[in-house]
């Protein structure tokens, strides 16, 4: 078992399906001692009944990151569970996959609600038990979109909104011995994807403008995070690890990509 994770107390939001999911796993499998927060109930219900079989020390707790009484009440179970918190990964969302004119307010607003406010809400309850117990570290799910766009105004703005404020708590906790980081994922394989996955012309145009030549899955994304949250990375601090296969490292030139990139024309001198 790998001795920096094993006891440790883990927060996970979305904890049930996805990154959140298989992250808890990975911790699970050295030796963690894990807390799931999700909406989900039922999908919540068969991760823990799952992880039970497997004897990991498991909690959950059914809520809305967005409600602060929900984000606080799962941070005061953890802490009734297991005394202490040590790390978190803040990785609940949602998506609204419309353009500016087609986003309602209502939409703008949900989207604002758990992918931003929701963070806050839950580093809020969580940062001062982790500076009970000493310091820890801290990892929250960003988006490449919140560096290139993405199409989504709302899922774009709120996750620059992560991005944004995970920089700047990383001076204000840092002499607390809290570091804090966030992961920039490219389109990967996950419930939240699961439509845009499906269609078969939109995976192909994924993959033909990621470098990698594939999508992302769960375990790409987990094992940045495990490292983050590991004393490996215990010199990173407000910094963003972005992990899509290359594909915003790039400017994509489509069908003249070849002849663009290899083209040499003549050099005319101006006057």
């Known amino acids: ?56 020390a498991v909690v959950t707790t059914v809520g809305d990151s967005s409600v602060v009484e929900d984000a606080e009440a799962f941070v005061r179970n953890a802490v009734e569970a297991y005394g202490r918190v040590d790390m978190l990964l803040n990785g609940a969302a949602i998506v609204v996959r419309k353009n500016l004119l087609e986003t309602t307010p209502e939409e703008w607003r949900r989207v604002i609600d758990v992918d931003l406010n929701g963070y806050f809400y839950i580093l809020r309850a969580a940062v001062p038990e982790i500076r009970k117990a000493g310091g820890g570290s801290i990892v929250q799910i960003a988006t490449i979109a919140a560096h290139i766009g993405f ?39 996950t419930g939240i994807n699961v439509d845009t996955m499906g269609d078969a012309k939109i995976k192909a145009a994924l993959v033909a403008t990621t470098p990698s030549g594939r999508t992302g899955k769960p375990d790409d994304i987990a094992r940045a995070v495990l490292f983050l949250l590991s004393p490996a990375s215990e010199y990173i601090n407000g910094a963003d690890l972005i992990v899509d296969g290359g594909m915003s490292s790039k400017i994509h030139f489509g069908s003249v990509a070849a002849t663009f990139q290899s083209y040499h024309g003549e050099s005319r001198a101006r006057a």
């Open 151 to 189: 199409g989504y105004p709302s899922y774009t703005a709120a996750k620059g909104g992560v991005l944004s404020m995970t920089r700047e708590l990383a001076g204000e906790l840092a002499p607390y011995g809290i570091r804090i980081n966030s992961v920039s994922p490219g389109p990967t394989e």
């Open 1 to 56: 078992m790998d001795s920096e994770f094993e006891g440790r107390v883990v927060l996970i939001t979305g904890g049930a399906s996805g990154i959140g999911r298989r992250v808890a796993e990975m911790l699970g499998e050295r030796g963690a001692r894990l807390a799931l927060f999700d909406m989900n109930a039922d999908a919540l219900k068969a991760v823990r009944e799952e992880f039970a079989r497997k004897d990991w």
